[in-house]
């Protein structure tokens, strides 16, 4: 049992380092199941409001279902400690929760929403709201994610959420723009996270407020982006018939 | 003599197996079944299509290779669309009757182009990450050809074509070599035997698709080139250098637009 586990626990550790996720096929779509390294984190992120970022849920985690304790060894397999393990576990978890509310259809506040910046704010908010319960530990957290050592693996995290958040908000975006959008989600998630540790506001209004001024803005970026565009486009033609002009005038 | 019928029995399905004529196949079975128990007959004829069946997971290669295609040939009907755009702005009021001619090409490509512009997205493949380099480069190789003349315009077109055409057969011999996924039925979730499996279900629709997109462009690709050299493409005067040049340059292009 330990060594299925240990084996299906590698084809979730190990990622690839590039920071966008690859091709989502449509029609192959049988997966292998759930390991047994993800069966036990689900299960700590219950003890996470209490005891915070610590091995200590790991540990409960395994009494709870009744494994033997020694299996806590599976859940570093990588070289990543414990803690870190738990974070990103739970970064990827409440993504995980965010993409299933966005695909369902029953969430019908999302889906009456058509304008795409309206949306990725919509989904932000959403995002941060899964950080209530686990407010208080949510700066230890955050200290794991930016140890120089897992930066990589935070910044991916980062940026699949990013990447969900647009994708669900209906971006189609074909060119560079594509990478702009993306940049500029993570930004905006990553400034409101950091705003949202120090609110004070009942229910977090502010943040909210805070997310909505940021979408705001960058929705303004983009169409400055645009109308620059189409300005020199405009002007580069104009320029072109003019040289044809002269040149015909000789 | 029941053992000799017996093995005789068991290569006629292997070879029925692999070859693919499946009625054949199924009668086989089923005549061999109901000597065991005629009870089976109705699990034995059932016949599975694209509806009853689904796919195993693609592999790690398999997808980045599948994400690679996409993003390659996205920025390749980039290039072409921005080419023909380039030739066109350049030639279509000099040579009034080519103007139909580079019409018909330029929009092929643009169609070309939205529909991997929609698979990127749908796939959620990034796109390359050098595409304004990729439209600058395109637009500016299709305006100077066509400036030196329309015999240069057309031996950049031949060029181009060449390398896209081959680069397109090198894609399909992999889709069809290398994306075999385990198929099961959907309603009991239980791994087809290989002798189940038919033409029609032995590649998922997903994969079958994009070769047959593929295929289509490829034709339509070749079709230009055609046209191209009945245009006068090989009256350009550096004929070679010309389009062994820019052959070089695409294939530069290629290499760098599927990984970055």
């Known amino acids: 049992m330990i060594r299925t586990g240990i084996r299906a626990s590698r084809s979730v550790v190990s990622r690839p380092l590039t920071f966008v996720r690859s091709y989502q096929s449509k029609d192959h779509t049988i997966s292998n199941g759930e390991s047994l390294e993800s069966k036990i984190l689900t299960k700590s992120l219950e003890f996470v409001p209490t005891y915070g970022f610590n091995s200590t849920c790991i540990t409960k985690a395994i009494r709870e279902l009744n494994y033997p304790d020694s299996l806590s060894s599976i859940i570093n397999t990588d070289g990543s400690s414990p803690e870190f393990k738990l974070v990103s576990y739970w970064l990827s978890h409440s993504r995980k929760i965010l993409e299933d509310h966005a695909k369902d259809p029953q969430s019908k506040e999302f889906h009456s929403l058509t304008n795409q910046y309206e949306r990725v704010g919509y989904l932000i908010k959403k995002r941060l709201e899964l950080n209530e319960p686990i407010i208080k530990h949510l700066t230890y957290g955050i200290s794991q994610l930016i140890v120089p050592y897992n930066i990589t693996k935070s910044m991916e995290e980062l940026h699949n959420l990013s990447d969900d958040i647009a994708f669900y908000a209906g971006d189609e975006s074909n060119d560079f723009a594509w990478y702009s959008k993306r940049m500029g989600i993570s930004t905006i998630y990553v400034t409101s996270e950091l705003y949202q540790l120090t609110d004070t506001s009942s229910n977090f209004k502010n943040t909210k407020k805070f997310v909505d001024e940021k979408v705001s803005h960058f929705q303004g970026l983009g169409s400055a982006y645009n109308d620059v565009e189409q300005w020199s486009a405009f002007n580069a033609i104009s320029l072109i018939n003019l040289i044809k002009s002269q040149l015909v005038r000789g | ?260």
């Open chain 2, 1 to 260: 003599m029941s053992m000799i019928s017996k093995s005789r029995v068991g290569t006629q399905l292997a070879k029925c197996s692999r070859s693919f004529t499946t009625s054949h196949c199924r009668f086989a079975k089923k005549s061999k079944k109901s000597s065991d128990s005629s009870d089976d007959l109705e699990e034995v004829v059932k016949k599975y299509h694209g509806e009853n069946v689904t796919y195993g997971e693609l592999s790690k290669a398999q997808k980045a290779y599948l994400d690679r295609v996409i993003r390659v040939d996205q920025a390749g009907e980039l290039g072409a669309n921005y080419i023909y755009m380039g030739q066109y702005s350049v030639l279509a009021n000099k040579y009034p009757h080519l103007k139909p001619v580079l019409q018909h090409m330029w929009d092929q490509e643009i169609h070309h182009h939205n529909t991997f512009n929609k698979l990127q997205t749908q796939r959620r493949v990034r796109p390359s990450l050098l595409t304004p380099l990729w439209k600058i480069g395109a637009i500016g190789l299709g305006a100077s050809t066509a400036l030196i003349g329309k015999e240069a315009a057309m031996a950049c077109t031949v060029a181009v074509e060449t390398v896209i055409g081959g680069h397109y057969n090198q894609q399909l011999r992999v889709l069809m070599n290398q994306y075999d996924s385990p198929i099961y039925d959907k309603e009991t979730g239980e791994k087809l035997a290989e002798s189940d499996t038919n033409k029609e279900i032995e590649t998922s629709p997903e994969i079958e698709d994009l070769k047959q997109t593929i295929k289509t462009f490829r034709d339509q690709e070749l079709e230009h080139l055609d046209t191209a050299i009945q245009h006068d493409a090989e009256k350009a005067v550096p004929y070679i250098v010309l389009t062994e040049g820019i052959k070089l340059v695409c294939r530069a292009a290629i290499w760098t637009a599927e990984r970055v």
